[in-house]
């Protein structure tokens, strides 16, 4: 049971015990703020009174004992922190004005005392920039902030720090009159005798109240002029009796406290808070233009770059049968018989298939100074063929099985393919069999003289695909993966950004001093992270299908709700981050980090089939490689909800977006300490 004074207290701490891992800071704190007073909290630098603080006003939480409030409204109370605790990118207006709409205040009320207390504090002119005062301007418009609803309680965390004493002692009187007025008012400092004004004092030291009394009652109980003196001998006293504690008292690993915050979603709150949102997105406006057009500036440079056939790479040749192929060799050979034949040869119906399809061939008069040109990377490839290619193939042509060996060899076209670029060969090894395979078709197969037009036909014939088409780009198979991947990395970036920002700033924990939530939160957060993904997905979509016109044989409409729920799980996975990180170059690499495993595990570069047997049956499983499937199977092959690709994709896709909503929760709920990086 709690010994509950006569005079209801205000505030009243009993026992209360903190922690930091293992290191005590608080250690059996109790003390009584009465009504209409001013409480002055004192101690050294270090001695736990704004850990007491942040405690009382709920920003951080006590280990053990009890904290009980007389009032249960947070309009009641105002709360200075230690730190300056405002957005910075915001005007004094503006965070006048954020402040007075979280606590429901009109527009004339938040004017009327927005002006009141410009002149009490002395503020700068309202319109300035938080970031532009000097650290003492800011700590007043800090001061104005605790002080704007008029609060029945008012907390302050050191908050003559960085005034002259002009300043100084205007602020004690204003918090006589407001006292006097029937205000409570608990003040910390570290300077001892200006809480000589102060109606109780407590004396802290080592997470220990010391005393707790009148400061008349402690001058004349020790004899002292000043409190310093008091302090020094309470100091020597509790030396003293720290040699005679033998036993460490049991803690009771209990705690309570009676100021809860809101169970339910406060509409004026969250409006506050998303007007504050768009507030800081118009002042950064490079920031926010940024982050609208990045997906723009991604998906245009993998059009612009990526998955198209590589144009003009330069060949070698060499060509026995006669000088001079690219002045001589005819520009067309469709439908002309090259066997046989005075005017065309078989050579140079090959290398018109390759320059037809953009090589840059280069001729060689002999093999060393190809071969040179081939060491030195000046040509991908040489070509060769014997002085009798033509008569050779004829020949071989005319006997079949028949030919000689020395005939099959002349009438063959030898290629040196360099395989220091495993792409680049693939190209060139795929587009040799298609100059050839054109050959054949274009040249030979008119040949019905020396031999019958289907025993030149290789014996597999590729049929017409099933889908797409032939000569299709592989950025058609690609561009979806790397509009998923975007799409997740975008709204991550920025959600974590937003969050991380507020928590360095330490406005997390002071708006919710103020009644707000952490669900509101994160709700007004969110519906900044909704507007900007549907930017997103809208203008990814006009790129990739409008502007590049790339094939869309599927529902545009399940392509817009697969990237739209991508987003929102990186909005929601980026606000996890920003909440767990303490610092936005931790956030960063991490959420660089975890895209880029997610591109090289989601099929996107490489098929999955390909992967090692190890992680190859997990990888479906990943966020972003059952969608990546999906977008792609709709997309490209016309699929919609009856097929198991694009089922297992929004399944995945719906799954993953779930999960990092409980995560968010979770992190919320289990949250213990302070939201602010700098604690
Ligand atoms: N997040 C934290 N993790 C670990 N230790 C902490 C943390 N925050 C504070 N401390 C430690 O707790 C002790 C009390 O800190 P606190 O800020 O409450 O002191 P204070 O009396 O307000 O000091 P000051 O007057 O300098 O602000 C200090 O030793 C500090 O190092």
Redesign the pocket.
Known sequence: MLDVPAVTPVIHVKDAYKF?GS?Q?LGGITMSVQPGTIYGLL?P????????MNCIVGSNHIDSGTIQFSFSEHKDLGFMP?EISLHTYLSIKEVMIFYGYLFSMDDEKIRERAKLLSEMLDLPPLHKMVSNLSGGQQRRVSLAVALLHDPKVLILD?PTVGLDPVLSSALWDRLQEMSQAGKTIII?T?YIEEARQANMIGLMRNGRMLREDSPNALLQRYNAEYLEDVFLVLCAQDNEASKNIQQVPAINYSKSTTFESSKTISYERVKALVWKNICLAKRNFLMTLFIILLPIVLNCCVELAYGHDPVGLPIGFINKEFQDSLQRCPLTYTNNCVLANDTHWASCAFIHELREKSYEMREYADIEKAVEDYEKKRIWSIVSFASNYTESLTERVKLGTQSEGAVIEAGTVLAHISRWDHLMYTFLVRDFYMALNRTIENSLQSCSSFVSPGALRSPMQMNTPVYGGIGVELIVHFIMGFNIITILFCPMVYSCACILDEKEQGVIDRVLCCGATMRELLASHLFLQLIMLIVHCIELYIVTYSIFSNPLEGSSFFIIVMLAITALTGALAGTVLGLVTEHLMLAVNLGVSFNFIMAYTSGLFWPLQGAHPAIRDYLPYLPITGTITAARSISLKGHGLKNLEVIGGLISNVGWCLAMAVLLLITVKTWK?PWNSK?
Do not use: A, I, P, W
């Open positions: 930091y290191v800071v101690g630098s270090g001695c736990g009174k704004t850990t007491l230690q050191e910390t570290h300490g604690k």
